[in-house]
């Protein structure tokens, strides 16, 4: 099992970020959203992780032509799908698996989805269920909720969806299911979840309006949708790692570079706000998403805060956020994010049993957690194979010094964050 430890900075850092990882979420759906044109489509900045390295493989094993150079990929779809000979491997990307689930089920032929060990433990069935219920034909181990997934695509119906769960993953199987039906359909959600499907979609041509009453309607087009033509941003999620350790690093500061403002992809940084970090946002384009720049400053130490709400928009930063939790003065509470247990691995037991080894107080709830303030020590910390949880604690390692075990992960996500990371603080691996 591979670890590396992180040393504590020695000296106050300015960090200019223009080689953060392109957006993991926005290169999934570049992958697979090229296979709606009937034209080749063009992207730059691809994500090369290995899970969106697995969707263009996927991609290629369903018929389309992929053209790689460097970080720029053309996709050219094929005149058909055509059924794989194989099954199609999603790797770590939950992501990947739930999206391709809603795309494939309304594509005549048979389809089988797996991943690695930690993805066939990770739950399905909040997608398999209602695509079940639309008509799609999915199958798997535990009744449809563990992968390896067997899906039988075509004659998808439409349909009227309020998910219980507010997910952008859900959201966005549902969208892509909604292309193939037979009529529009309507999807509902308690609160926006990140809709970057939408925004892509309707760059395509997809007629899909939000309404007042929040129904989302989907059009289902008459004809191929118009190729892609993007470059992806930087990913914010990835950033916020930086962010969190100018915040928390005295006479520290980050700039990132090129990244996605989407609103809800940037609540972790309004939350940091909250807490008392000086963060400085610049908007230079906005045509698929609003990119730009982000500053964050120490200001001084952070204070507590509760998390009770928008917590969709910030499901996947908030293992970095507890990182900033257990410097800042008082108690800081998260509620309503029982959604953190289905992820990569548990991140309510996983961050919290690191922050008890690391000498911080915490306590722990189903839906979330208390987080008392206090110095971080330093700590071997299990990642569980979890991306989040290695780089949040790396970045504690700032601080405090720290050792991560099964960094293998990172890989997955963001390749070159031991090159950053290496800007600041020593960083050596070990077996």
């Given at each position: 099992?591979?670890?590396?430890?992180?040393?504590?900075?020695?000296?106050?850092?300015?960090?200019?970020?223009?080689?953060?990882?392109?957006?993991?979420?926005?290169?999934?759906?570049?992958?697979?959203?090229?296979?709606?044109?009937?034209?080749?489509?063009?992207?730059?900045?691809?994500?090369?992780?290995e899970d969106t390295l697995?969707?263009?493989?996927?991609?290629?094993?369903?018929?389309?032509?992929?053209?790689?150079?460097?970080?720029?990929?053309?996709?050219?779809?094929?005149?058909?799908?055509?059924?794989?000979?194989?099954?199609?491997?999603?790797?770590?990307?939950?992501?990947?698996?739930?999206?391709?689930?809603?795309?494939?089920?309304?594509?005549?032929?048979?389809?089988?989805?797996?991943?690695?060990?930690?993805?066939?433990?990770?739950?399905?069935?909040?997608?398999?269920?209602?695509?079940?219920?639309?008509?799609?034909?999915?199958?798997?181990?535990?009744?449809?909720?563990?992968?390896?997934?067997?899906?039988?695509?075509?004659?998808?119906?439409?349909?009227?969806?309020?998910?219980?769960?507010?997910?952008?993953?859900?959201?966005?199987?549902?969208?892509?299911?909604?292309?193939?039906?037979?009529?529009?359909?309507?999807?509902?959600?308690?609160?926006?979840?990140?809709?970057?499907?939408?925004?892509?979609?309707?760059?395509?041509?997809?007629?899909?309006?939000?309404?007042?009453?929040?129904?989302?309607?989907?059009?289902?087009?008459?004809?191929?949708?118009?190729?892609?033509?993007?470059?992806?941003?930087?990913?914010?999620?990835?950033?916020?790692?930086?962010?969190?350790?100018?915040?928390?690093?005295?006479?520290?500061?980050?700039?990132?570079?090129?990244v996605s403002l989407n609103?809800?992809?940037?609540?972790?940084?309004?939350?940091?706000?909250?807490?008392?970090?000086?963060?400085?946002?610049?908007?230079?384009?906005?045509?698929?998403?609003?990119?730009?720049?982000?500053?964050?400053?120490?200001?001084?130490?952070?204070?507590?805060?509760?998390?009770?709400?928008?917590?969709?928009?910030?499901?996947?930063?908030?293992?970095?956020?507890?990182?900033?939790?257990?410097?800042?003065?008082?108690?800081?509470?998260?509620?309503?994010?029982?959604?953190?247990?289905?992820?990569?691995?548990?991140?309510?037991?996983?961050?919290?049993?690191?922050?008890?080894?690391?000498?911080?107080?915490?306590?722990?709830?189903?839906?979330?957690?208390?987080?008392?303030?206090?110095?971080?020590?330093?700590?071997?910390?299990?990642?569980?194979?979890?991306?989040?949880?290695?780089?949040?604690?790396?970045?504690?390692?700032?601080?405090?010094?720290?050792?991560?075990?099964?960094?293998?992960?990172?890989?997955?996500?963001?390749?070159?964050?031991?090159?950053?990371?290496?800007?600041?603080?020593?960083?050596?691996?070990?077996?």
């Amino acid at each position: 099992m591979s670890s590396f430890t992180v040393s504590p900075a020695s000296k106050p850092f300015v960090l200019q970020c223009d080689d953060i990882a392109a957006d993991k979420s926005i290169s999934h759906r570049c992958a697979m959203f090229a296979l709606l044109s009937n034209q080749p489509s063009k992207i730059k900045n691809f994500l090369q992780g290995e899970d969106t390295l697995n969707s263009l493989n996927i991609v290629a094993e369903l018929g389309a032509t992929v053209q790689r150079e460097g970080t720029d990929i053309t996709i050219v779809p094929p005149k058909t799908l055509s059924e794989p000979n194989d099954i199609l491997d999603c790797g770590n990307a939950g992501t990947g698996m739930r999206l391709f689930c809603g795309l494939l089920s309304g594509i005549e032929g048979s389809f089988v989805l797996t991943g690695d060990k930690y993805l066939r433990d990770r739950p399905m069935s909040r997608v398999v269920n209602p695509l079940r219920e639309i008509g799609a034909k999915i199958d798997g181990r535990a009744e449809g909720n563990l992968a390896p997934l067997h899906i039988r695509g075509g004659g998808l119906e439409a349909f009227r969806y309020a998910s219980s769960i507010d997910s952008a993953q859900i959201k966005s199987a549902l969208i892509l299911a909604a292309l193939k039906a037979d009529k529009p359909s309507y999807y509902k959600e308690s609160l926006l979840s990140r809709d970057h499907t939408e925004r892509m979609l309707r760059g395509m041509g997809v007629d899909i309006q939000t309404g007042d009453d929040g129904w989302i309607k989907i059009v289902p087009p008459d004809m191929p949708l118009k190729p892609l033509n993007i470059t992806v941003p930087a990913d914010p999620s990835s950033g916020f790692f930086f962010a969190i350790a100018a915040a928390i690093t005295p006479g520290a500061q980050v700039t990132i570079s090129n990244v996605s403002l989407n609103p809800t992809r940037i609540e972790a940084y309004k939350v940091l706000e909250r807490m008392g970090a000086d963060i400085a946002y610049t908007l230079l384009e906005d045509k698929y998403e609003p990119i730009g720049t982000i500053t964050v400053r120490y200001r001084g130490q952070l204070n507590a805060v509760i998390i009770d709400t928008h917590i969709a928009w910030l499901i996947d930063e908030l293992p970095a956020l507890a990182i900033a939790m257990a410097t800042a003065k008082g108690t800081s509470s998260v509620f309503n994010a029982k959604e953190l247990r289905v992820k990569e691995s548990d991140r309510i037991a996983a961050t919290l049993e690191g922050l008890g080894h690391a000498g911080i107080e915490t306590r722990e709830r189903e839906d979330g957690y208390d987080i008392v303030g206090g110095n971080l020590k330093k700590a071997t910390i299990n990642s569980y194979g979890d991306h989040r949880i290695a780089m949040s604690f790396a970045v504690a390692g700032i601080l405090s010094g720290m050792t991560i075990e099964d960094i293998a992960c990172i890989e997955t996500s963001f390749p070159n964050f031991s090159n950053i990371l290496r800007k600041i603080s020593e960083v050596t691996h070990g077996n």
